[in-house]
């Protein structure tokens, strides 16, 4: 239901290539009133860092890049595959958006000329998996976006190699479960999204996550949560576990959340699950009372059951009991 908006950026290299992007549009708007009047040419603006390359149809994928490309979008083609030394040739490639294609996988070498990448953008394709070994060269990646694919499961090996995640989105697939250890060697992540269709959030996975700010676990179908699922989260801005399954949650759960002031500071949001308020929730409302300035849409979070106090919201229960 919410999607708080922020900027994900790895390092000045993010913001700069924003910037770029903000330019390639100005110049597109530019060659729309006509100076440049070459509809198959990708845009390409060129800085003392490098260049960077944005293609969108009707352009064509150009078949060499310069060599010192560091930015590089190819965008809304519908390709169903990418020739396996495409990124021959662009060593110093930080950023690859592939957003919006039909990708049904990659050559197991496809990443190994850019060590240095560190944004990939596979939003809206067609992948229902990757390979152990993948991301081999990959240490340098940060944000990693395989949001809107097709995935049915995950595996450890295929991340193995990333050292810097930053920003994981693994939303939109159709994830089921994840493996318990997944996120055990990414320490430093910074934001998190597992909306899919996850059942269980089992005790291990948030484990050591001592970074983490902004944690999206809303639309899942998740029925319960461990009670020591939200242990390692000492730094947690803001959790959305929206549009889930959920009628109770287990004593304990919320013990390590909102205690530090800044804790939780952007808000959190437990709406449109199907509470049940009966005495199993005390500990709940205990939390709420003390945090309820920081609940999102509180008139969407209800009771949906025990009969006599279906459809009060959850807050009003908490507050009488
Ligand atoms: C080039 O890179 C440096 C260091 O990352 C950065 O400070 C500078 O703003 C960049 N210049 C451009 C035009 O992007
Ligand atoms: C990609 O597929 C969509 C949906 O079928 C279609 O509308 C669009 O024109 C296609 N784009 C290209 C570049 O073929
Ligand atoms: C974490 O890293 C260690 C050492 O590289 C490796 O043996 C282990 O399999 C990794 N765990 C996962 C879940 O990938
Ligand atoms: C709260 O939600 C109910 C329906 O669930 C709606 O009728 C009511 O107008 C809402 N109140 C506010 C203040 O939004």
């Known amino acids: ?115 240095q990448l560190k944004v990939l953008d596979l939003t809206r394709n067609s ?30 090996s295929w991340l193995h190699g990333l050292k810097a995640l930053r920003h994981l989105d693994l939303s939109e697939n159709q994830l089921h479960s994840l493996p318990p250890g997944l996120l055990e060697n990414f320490t430093d992540l910074l934001t998190l999204d597992l909306s899919n269709r996850l059942q269980v959030l089992g005790e291990g996975l948030l484990a050591p996550q001592p970074k983490l700010r902004y944690l999206f676990l809303n639309d899942n179908r998740l029925a319960s949560v461990a009670a020591g699922a939200f242990r390692g989260l000492q730094k947690l801005d803001m959790l959305d576990l929206s549009n889930n399954l959920l009628t109770t949650v287990p004593t304990g759960l919320w013990t390590s959340l909102g205690k530090a002031a800044r804790n939780l500071k952007d808000g959190f949001d437990i709406s449109n699950n199907p509470w049940i308020c009966d005495q199993n929730l005390a500990d709940l409302y205990r939390w709420l009372v003390a945090n309820e300035n920081k609940m999102f849409f509180r008139n969407h979070t209800r009771c949906a059951g025990p009969e006599a106090l279906k459809g009060q919201t959850l807050l009003a229960a908490a507050e009488s009991h």
């Open 1 to 115: 239901l919410i999607k708080l908006f922020f900027v994900i950026a790895c390092s000045l290299v993010g913001w700069d290539s924003h910037l770029s992007r903000i330019f390639l549009l100005l110049l597109f708007v530019v060659s729309a009133q006509g100076l440049t009047p070459n509809p198959e040419a990708c845009l390409v603006f060129s800085s003392v860092n490098g260049s960077s390359i944005s293609c969108q149809p009707p352009a064509q994928i150009p078949h060499s890049l310069p060599a010192d490309t560091i930015f590089l979008a190819v965008e809304f083609f519908n390709l169903t595959q990418l020739p396996a030394d495409f990124l021959q040739g662009v060593p110093n490639l930080q950023e690859l958006h592939l957003s919006s294609n039909r990708l049904e996988d990659f050559s197991p070498k496809f990443l190994l000329p850019v060590p």
């Open 127 to 156: 992948l229902t998996g990757l390979f152990p070994g993948f991301f081999r060269v990959s240490a340098a990646l940060c944000t990693l976006v395989l949001k809107g694919n097709q995935l049915k499961f995950l595996e450890a």
